[in-house]
């Protein structure tokens, strides 16, 4: 399998047709259509595009999907749900930034309804379903960003993090996904959830990939070095793992020291006490971005949501605001004694689509996939989760880092170790 700057050089060098790069990613796209991944295809359009193409760019003649919350100009902009029904009226600037180094965008991914969900279920058009197992969840909200790469459709996908919206379904679906750090990608244009807590991300097969792509949407050189001391979280919520997602991590770690890096055991902050504080600042402004808007027709499920978190008073968003600087101080001094925290991703591999059609089983899976995701939301570091070996469905491990650069050197490291 070609890499995106391959699949670019040799655009470039005459010796990929763009077209052909197209044509076969819809054609993909038609042969997977069972996961829900894509849920809008500018077919003509980007054959068109294709066509005319320059052979210019650092990611040339690439196919990319767009989660489908981000506006592009001329596309249905929906963001899932069946109460919004409007046109993209300008493109967002990550789009302007793809279209920019040649990429073609080809369509729009499935996101859980206003991308206020973890479980990628909730949408105007259906569930989105795992390439792995289509009975199965992809987790969310970036749920066809992961779907749609995990199944081939395209080598790029652009979704957005909130408490772990790339993360999640990264792990669910056996692809990378990179949360860079607060700001690298502009949400401008990209319809907020919680704009203190919102990143823009990219899914790819690989981390060479997602550093790719990374370095060349935001400007960015990546320097390599490989990582010498690891941290290991030790609070038990992260560790709350099933049998599947545990032999997993334990045959990673084993790998790793093996390979001559030092392991060593770290506490991340109070876990009850961050994802507290990150709730209580994502309700709120969530509560805000949706003011004046009919939930009439909103999913049951992020009706919920949008009820249980106006009920977060504006003494408790203002004190979690001030906590969230303390908290990400405490995790700036564990993160300086390390080259990078490691955790599982998710603790557990892709639940049953089934198993939130209640609202009980719904609020038991939605905690199970967002545990271990939040924090970095909160502290705003940059995170990634790669698939580990294993021989069912995918398990993802996530690490967390104090920059762009040290999460892409340790994420490649960890890969080729991997791998």
């Not at 003649?61 to 963001?79: A, D, H, N, Q, T």
């Not at 749920?143 to 999640?168: E, F, H, N, W, Y």
Request: hydrophobic share 45%.
């Amino acid at each position: 399998m070609q890499s995106l700057e391959e699949i670019a050089a040799d655009v470039r060098a005459g010796k990929l047709d763009p077209v052909e790069l197209v044509r076969t990613a819809l054609i993909r796209a038609e042969e997977t259509d069972g996961t829900n991944a894509v849920v809008h295809v500018d077919a003509d359009g980007a054959l068109q595009r294709a066509a005319r193409h320059d052979r210019s760019g650092a990611l040339a003649g690439v196919p990319v999907l767009m989660k489908e919350i981000v506006e592009v100009e001329g596309w249905p902009y929906r963001c899932g749900s069946a109460s919004m029904d409007e046109i993209g009226q300008q493109d967002a600037d990550v789009v302007r930034r793809l279209r920019a180094a040649g990429a073609i965008i080809i369509g729009l991914s499935h996101t859980h309804e206003f991308a206020y969900g973890c479980t990628g279920t909730s949408n105007r058009l259906g569930p989105c379903r795992n390439p792995h197992d289509l009975s199965r969840m992809t987790g969310g909200s970036s749920a066809g960003a992961g779907a749609a790469v995990a199944a081939g459709v395209v080598p790029l996908a652009i979704g957005t993090d909130t408490a772990g919206s790339v993360r999640i379904p990264a792990a669910l679906c056996g692809v990378v996904g990179f949360k860079p750090a607060y700001g690298t990608l502009s949400a401008d244009r990209v319809f907020p959830l919680s704009q203190s807590l919102d990143h823009v991300g990219v899914l790819t097969s690989t981390v060479a990939d997602a550093v790719y792509a990374l370095s060349v949407l935001s400007d960015t050189a990546f320097a390599a070095a490989r990582p010498t001391r690891l941290g290991v979280v030790t609070n038990p919520e992260y560790l709350d793992f099933t049998d599947e997602v545990g032999a997993a991590w334990a045959a990673a770690l084993g790998r790793l020291s093996a390979a001559g890096v030092e392991l060593v055991d770290v506490e991340l902050p109070d876990w009850g006490d961050s994802f507290t504080t990150a709730a209580h600042i994502q309700g709120p402004e969530a509560v805000a971005n949706h003011a004046g808007r009919s939930m009439a027709q909103y999913q049951t499920d992020v009706q919920e949501r949008l009820r249980e978190a106006a009920e977060v008073t504006p003494a408790e968003y203002d004190a979690a605001r001030s906590r969230a600087i303390e908290i990400t101080a405490e995790m700036e001094r564990l993160l300086a004694r390390v080259d990078a925290v490691l955790t599982p991703t998710v603790l557990c591999t892709a639940p049953l689509i089934s198993d939130v059609a209640t609202p009980e089983g719904s609020k038991a899976i939605r905690s199970q996939l967002l545990k271990n995701t939040r924090l970095a939301n909160l502290t705003r570091h940059p995170a990634v989760s790669l698939p580990l070996p294993t021989n069912g469905l995918p398990v993802g491990l996530q690490l967390i880092a104090t920059t762009n650069n040290q999460a892409a050197t340790t994420a490649r490291w960890i890969e080729s170790q991997l791998s």
